[in-house]
């Protein structure tokens, strides 16, 4: 019974999940995305490499 449980609790976590994922729009995914990636430059650009 135990696992049936957890089966189904997954399993509701992750309708959930997608139905989140599904509730944005495409101009709001593509800002994300945008962000994201701006994000990551800035990161990249402030560590310091060491070419010796």
Known sequence: ??????????????????????????????DRLHARVAESETSRDSVSVDDD
């Not at 957890?6 to 509730?23: H, I, N, P, S």
């Open 1 to 30: 019974m135990a696992g049936l449980a957890g089966v189904a609790a997954t399993g509701a976590v992750l309708a959930r999940q997608e139905r989140k994922r599904r509730a944005y729009t495409p101009d709001e995914i593509r």
